[in-house]
């Protein structure tokens, strides 16, 4: 805890000021996966964009990976402590701990707020928010937000509608206090929800909904499910009218866009996105062509990448948007902070 600074009281904000990500080491190619699933490379490109991706090794968890990036966010901050650690993820070590308490221990944060977000791959987003939330509240100083996943543990390896689009990965940010007018300052949030469309994402065994019964729940009730199709149109939709929705509340229009960093579910979805803002598609940001959908480590990942092949400068203005099941969909502004170099995502 930090006590409550005297004086007129200044709007807190979240100022990002550490950036870190990690990919594992073993990677994926069309090629592997053509040889193993009834597929091929030109169907994968032509339908997603994406090359590659990269998976975890058997025995390895999420919050392996989110230890790995939550370290080099601390170490880019140049801070040792934070007051609080915060994990976006839908691939949670188990069901039960969160998987954030353990990562904070490994991260050597001991009596640090520790909780998981759940909103899919709008998590970074609604991780933003909340740890926003968090600072403006007075809670926490500092936190470590990390956006991991590891879907090839959820996607059933023979689903090759699925299998072709996720990869696992783990980004992260430290956020400290500071002035709205910083740059790294994050703001003009947009945060929405459509349960009725719940079903179009879904892991159906392992809540409470289906509960644990005698026997082995079917091999299709504990794999990750998408209906592809319907989420690409509602994708589409729901990222732009979240960017418009961010951009008017700021008073900005898309002329004030450097770089749209969108949630990476498939590059043609973030082409059409880009269409549909009239945003010219050099200004989008995307490496789903080299990693893959990897949920709620995306946005992160995505900014580790730019931020390190010098893409992103101080002072340019970032909207990042992203979707996910749920329905789920969310987007914020900031403008880029003086940081180091981050280190390479790949392994
Ligand atoms: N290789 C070859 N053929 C495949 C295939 C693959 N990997 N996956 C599906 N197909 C086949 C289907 O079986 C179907 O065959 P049929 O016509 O004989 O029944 C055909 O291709 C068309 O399937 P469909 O699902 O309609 O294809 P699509 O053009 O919609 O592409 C996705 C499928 C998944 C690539 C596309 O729907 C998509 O990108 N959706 C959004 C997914 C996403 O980004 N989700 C993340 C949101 S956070």
Redesign the pocket.
Known sequence: MFPTPAGPSVPSSAVLCGLGGRLPSRAVTNAH?ARR????DT??RT??GIRRRYVVDPGQATSDLAVEAGRRALASAGVDRVDAVVVATTTPDRPCPATAPAVAARLGQPGAAAYDVGA??TGFVYGLASSAGLIAAGVAERVLLIGADTYSTIVDPLD??????FGDGAGAVVLRAGRPDEPGAVGHFDLGSDGAHEDL?TVAAGGSRQRSRPGEPGREERHFA?R??E??RH?VTRMAASARATLSGAGWTTDDVDHFVP?Q??L??LHSVADALALPRERCVTHVESVG?TGAASIPLALADAARAGTLRPGHRLLLTA???GLTWGSCLLTWPELPRPERITP
């Open positions: 996966l699933l009834d597929t091929d169907w994968i339908r997603t899919v791959c090759r509608a699925n299998a072709i689009i994402i998408m592809g199709r989420v690409y994708a949630h579910a498939n043609r979805i959908n979707f996910g099941g």
